[in-house]
């Protein structure tokens, strides 16, 4: 059964093979059984009565394609009833009084929570070791990290606690996880995805989008999760193109003709050799399937790291000025006086990493240093969304490459040095930066003894609102391949 995919899933609740109730059932008791530490929050009882309530659509006629289909949220999405942590000490017990926007989409879908994913704090990270509540073990190899931020999210679908996941992408973090744990993920265009209820790390990247074993079933996540929100002031509006369509219309469309954008930056030194050889074996497939490679250049690729690690800890530690005590979330036991009170809750409610990017966000933003850095990287940022358009106007319809230098590492081996997990961001963030929709879809796996069973993650990368564009390619490959169907031993 968990095995299937939303659409198969569908398929078998409307033809009443088997209810929701039962469904939500034979997940829960899958994660109460499960030791990867995906999961944060888990309400059986809350989880069931809305699988009760699927099961009353189902047998009205009132039903969706989605209803009675079990969801879990990455913990960066507020949900009533359960838990709204941000994998951080200092919203530990939070629970929020609504709902954000994309859960309010999918349960008004009748979609079932199974839970709360675990993630990066803050989702700031790639490994989904800077959570104040431990590390999730990746279910390929458990002493392997599941990458980050979405760790939980790319974790929970590759063992099959969930068909399906939310997850949100800042600078990879729905990509690379889902890289790592061998399942498919897009991130949609910026601005095409409600940030309302989307707890706020860097908001001019953050960037809500579905996790799941096929493109197909992303398509399906992704109809429900766009459209216009008046309570996000970044929500892109109907006139700026952010319509309700159908991502998977265009799933069956052959790839004939397909110009297939290969930047020579993104095979350069510090790739892995098993990740190239993994990823141009893709590359030949989509050959195969009527493409054709060009060569392309995306020359400002290397800026996208100190870009990125400027604008967003700078973003970061203005959203973050909120968690101080006073309102909601964890306060220090004990303080003198107020400023004390603020300073004790910000040093032991945030982890190292968080606090990090806040001390770096406010540096960049200081009076004498904004200038050299905050606004130099805007424009770099501007010069890398031109590159990609430049690349699209004259020279491909979509960019493919590796979603990250190397397989999945060890647990514990970058943890203590950020510099090195920043740089392994280096294939995400440009297109995170231009704000563009790009996907992740599992292509195989690492070699030699030690990743032989860590899988290798191809990126996808289309001009804006090319979402449906993306999902067609990746159903063409998967249609042709079954490294989509692979899961973990055991599972
Ligand atoms: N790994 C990147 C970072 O640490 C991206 C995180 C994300 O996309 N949320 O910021």
Redesign the pocket.
Request: negative net charge.
């Given at each position: 059964m968990h095995n299937k995919t939303i659409k198969e899933l569908s398929a078998l609740l409307q033809s009443k093979q088997v209810s929701a109730t039962e469904l939500a059932q034979h997940y829960l008791d899958r994660i109460a059984a499960s030791n990867l530490n995906a999961f944060l929050d888990v309400e059986p009882e809350l989880s069931l009565a809305q699988a009760r309530a699927a099961d009353q659509r189902i047998a009205q006629g009132t039903a969706g394609v989605l209803t009675g289909v079990p969801i879990a949220h990455k913990d960066?999405f507020v949900t009533r009833g359960w838990r709204s942590t941000a994998s951080s000490k200092m919203l530990g017990n939070y629970v929020s009084p609504f709902d954000a926007t994309v859960v309010e989409k999918f349960n008004a879908a009748g979609m079932v929570t199974l839970g709360k994913l675990n993630?990066?704090e803050?989702?700031?990270?790639?490994?989904n070791e800077?959570s104040a509540f431990g590390a999730v073990k990746n279910p390929w190899d458990q002493q392997a990290v599941p990458g980050?931020?979405?760790g939980g999210s790319a974790a929970a679908v590759a063992a099959r606690l969930a068909p399906g996941a939310t997850g949100?992408?800042?600078?990879?973090?729905?990509r690379?996880p889902a890289a790592f744990c061998g399942i498919t993920g897009i991130k949609p265009t910026y601005g095409r995805v409600s940030r309302f209820g989307m707890i706020a790390?860097?908001s001019s990247?953050?960037q809500g989008g579905p996790m799941a074993q096929t493109a197909e079933d992303c398509a399906l996540l992704l109809n429900e999760m766009t459209g216009f929100d008046e309570r996000d002031s970044t929500s892109l509006t109907p006139e700026q193109g952010n319509v309700r369509e159908d991502f998977a219309r265009d799933l069956n469309k052959p790839l004939a003709g397909l110009r297939i954008g290969v930047p020579k930056e993104y095979f350069g030194e510090g790739l892995a050799a098993d990740v190239e050889a993994a990823v141009r074996a893709a590359l030949e497939q989509f050959v195969k399937l009527g493409a054709t490679l060009v060569d392309i250049s995306l020359p400002r690729t290397s800026l996208s790291i100190p870009t990125?690690?400027i604008i967003?800890p700078a973003e970061a530690s203005s959203n973050l000025s909120r968690f101080d005590g006073v309102r909601y979330g964890f306060r220090a036991p004990e303080y003198k006086d107020l400023q004390d009170m603020y300073k004790k809750t910000r040093a032991a409610g945030f982890g190292p990493?968080v606090q990090r990017?806040i001390m770096v966000g406010t540096y960049v933003l200081c009076h004498g240093y904004y200038d050299a850095y905050y606004v130099q990287a805007q424009k770099i940022r501007r010069m890398i969304a031109d590159d990609f358009q430049a690349a699209f106007r004259d020279q491909c319809d979509v960019i493919m490459g590796p979603v990250a230098p190397s397989v999945a590492w060890d647990l514990g081996a970058k943890s203590n040095d950020p510099v090195a997990?920043?740089l392994?961001?280096i294939f995400?963030?440009s297109t995170?930066l231009a704000g563009l929709p790009g996907m992740s879809i599992p292509v195989g796996f690492g070699q030699g003894e030690k990743n032989a069973n860590r899988p290798v993650g191809l990126q996808i990368i289309g001009n804006y609102f090319a979402e449906a564009k993306l999902l067609n390619i990746a159903h063409q490959y998967q249609q042709a391949t079954d490294w989509h169907t692979r899961a973990p031993e055991g599972v």
């Open positions: 960066i993630c990066d803050f989702a700031m990270g790639g490994s800077n980050g931020s979405s949100t992408d800042t600078g990879g973090s729905i690379q790390f860097a990247l953050d990125y690690y967003a990493e990017r997990n920043y392994a961001d995400t963030l995170s």
